[in-house]
């Protein structure tokens, strides 16, 4: 059930054009999710209920080294893409090098775009694409006390490995 969620970007763009025929809203969100948390998780359910398909893109992981350095990141591209195509929220995952998504949401065009609400709204990638052509850009509640970067500090300052 795994591999078939994960798909090259122009397979996807295939798939997603016959789901809009079929009259289906199409969801996108991207990110690291370098260690899956539980804000992780609400957040994609929150963004599965928005629309009938969710399409997360992972950044890949040489896109993260160039966003976040390279001691980042902890877990490699496909055991990422392969965690978050494991959540039933999600229906299909895509690994993309770019340092944004903007090339991936051009090719993919969904329906709506969501971004946790610590993005500001002005600075959402792929926002005025997908207004353009009549889509909506979304922000999914923001749970405070859960980040990536905190949690490998809390480990790192704990001396646990």
């Given at each position: 059930m795994i591999k078939t969620k994960i798909k090259k970007a122009e397979i996807l763009a295939d798939i997603i054009a016959k789901l809009k025929k079929q009259g289906k809203k199409i969801v996108f969100t991207n990110g690291c999710f370098d260690i899956l948390h539980f804000a992780h998780v609400k957040y994609l359910e929150e963004a599965r209920g928005k629309g009938d398909i969710l399409i997360v893109g992972v950044?890949?992981?040489?896109?993260?080294?160039?966003?976040?350095?390279?001691l980042r990141p902890i877990i490699s591209e496909h055991g990422r893409a392969g965690v978050i195509a494991a959540l039933e929220s999600v229906d299909f995952v895509t690994v993309?090098?770019?340092?944004?998504?903007?090339?991936?949401?051009?090719?993919?065009?969904?329906?709506?775009?969501?971004?946790?609400?610590?993005?500001?709204?002005?600075?959402?990638?792929?926002?005025?694409?997908?207004?353009?052509?009549?889509g909506k850009v979304l922000r999914a509640k923001f749970l405070k006390g859960y980040s990536t970067?905190?949690?490998?500090?809390?480990?790192?300052?704990?001396?646990?490995?």
């Amino acid at each position: 059930m795994i591999k078939t969620k994960i798909k090259k970007a122009e397979i996807l763009a295939d798939i997603i054009a016959k789901l809009k025929k079929q009259g289906k809203k199409i969801v996108f969100t991207n990110g690291c999710f370098d260690i899956l948390h539980f804000a992780h998780v609400k957040y994609l359910e929150e963004a599965r209920g928005k629309g009938d398909i969710l399409i997360v893109g992972v950044n890949s992981t040489s896109s993260i080294k160039r966003i976040k350095g390279n001691l980042r990141p902890i877990i490699s591209e496909h055991g990422r893409a392969g965690v978050i195509a494991a959540l039933e929220s999600v229906d299909f995952v895509t690994v993309f090098n770019e340092s944004t998504p903007l090339n991936l949401i051009k090719k993919l065009k969904p329906d709506i775009l969501i971004k946790g609400a610590d993005w500001k709204t002005g600075s959402i990638v792929g926002a005025e694409v997908i207004k353009k052509y009549g889509g909506k850009v979304l922000r999914a509640k923001f749970l405070k006390g859960y980040s990536t970067s905190k949690i490998i500090e809390k480990i790192v300052k704990k001396n646990i490995l």
